[in-house]
């Protein structure tokens, strides 16, 4: 795959939508993912994974305030929702690289399909589809796994025995398969199923720093 920075292509496989019933004014009806037509979810996860903090209901007559969703064609109803964000980076605005899987089939066009892991213990999670499989054995998708907030230093072992399983479930080869590690010195475990790629997250995405840290007064 050589696309350049310009049209480097972020593909996502599945979207869903949400609705919000209820009164304007209600504090639920200010969720991120309201004001979006099509809410991104993330690679490789259920739709189930995604969620969390919620509380989902089967007969909506009773109550006056829920949520619709709508995803695979199927309708769910909740009374409290919360769903994961696709995060990668605040700093940089990715959204104009992000494509649909389908489509991009359509137009025969190349792309990195990133799996936002969080850290090395979700590999065990990731289930990929036939669609995709297929697609990295023809060179068309490569697999990027985004493990860069923890830097695996104390669990090498365990990292390895879940990418080792990772890498033989779906027959998998460094051409394919990428791993941003918040562990810089990661590339002296690069072998020929699989390729590290270190990348500082907290260095760009400082959580844990105040906004006003910085703001040292004028002499």
Same mark, same amino acid.
């Given at each position: 795959?050589?696309?350049?920075? /310009?049209?480097?292509? *972020?593909?996502?496989?599945?979207?869903? @939508?949400?609705?919000?019933?209820?009164?304007?004014?209600?504090?639920?009806?200010?969720?991120? *993912?309201?004001?979006?037509?099509?809410?991104?979810?993330?690679?490789?996860?259920? *739709?189930?994974?995604?969620?969390?903090?919620?509380?989902?209901?089967?007969?909506?007559?009773?109550?006056?305030?829920?949520?619709?969703?709508?995803?695979?064609?199927?309708?769910?109803?909740?009374?409290?929702?919360?769903?994961?964000?696709?995060?990668?980076?605040?700093?940089?605005?990715?959204?104009?690289?992000?494509?649909?899987?389908d489509d991009l089939i359509k137009s025969e066009k190349s792309f990195f399909f990133i799996i936002d892991c969080g850290d090395f213990d979700n590999i065990k999670n990731i289930s990929l589809s036939e669609k995709i499989i297929r697609l990295?054995?023809?060179?068309?998708? +490569?697999?990027?796994?985004? @493990?860069?907030?923890?830097? *695996?230093?104390?669990?090498? @072992?365990?990292? /390895?025995? /879940?990418?080792?399983?990772?890498? !033989? !479930?779906?027959?998998?080869?460094?051409?394919?398969? !990428?791993?941003?590690?918040?562990?810089?010195?990661?590339?002296?475990?690069?072998?020929?199923?699989?390729?590290? +790629?270190?990348?500082?997250?907290?260095?760009?995405?400082?959580?844990?720093?105040?906004?006003?840290?910085?703001?040292?007064?004028?002499?």
């Amino acid at each position: 795959m050589n696309n350049n920075e /310009s049209s480097i292509i *972020f593909g996502v496989e599945n979207y869903c @939508t949400c609705k919000y019933y209820g009164e304007i004014d209600d504090v639920e009806n200010h969720q991120w *993912f309201l004001k979006f037509d099509k809410i991104l979810i993330k690679n490789g996860f259920s *739709f189930d994974h995604n969620l969390y903090d919620f509380e989902e209901i089967f007969n909506v007559e009773p109550d006056e305030k829920y949520y619709e969703v709508i995803y695979n064609n199927t309708i769910r109803y909740f009374k409290k929702l919360f769903i994961r964000p696709w995060f990668i980076s605040d700093k940089y605005s990715l959204n104009k690289h992000f494509e649909c899987v389908d489509d991009l089939i359509k137009s025969e066009k190349s792309f990195f399909f990133i799996i936002d892991c969080g850290d090395f213990d979700n590999i065990k999670n990731i289930s990929l589809s036939e669609k995709i499989i297929r697609l990295t054995t023809y060179n068309k998708c +490569i697999i990027v796994l985004n @493990t860069s907030y923890e830097p *695996f230093s104390m669990e090498t @072992t365990y990292f /390895s025995l /879940s990418l080792e399983n990772f890498v !033989k !479930k779906y027959n998998l080869n460094k051409n394919n398969l !990428k791993i941003l590690s918040g562990n810089l010195l990661s590339t002296i475990y690069n072998n020929d199923r699989y390729e590290f +790629i270190p990348y500082c997250y907290f260095l760009e995405n400082p959580w844990f720093v105040k906004k006003d840290s910085f703001n040292f007064p004028k002499i």
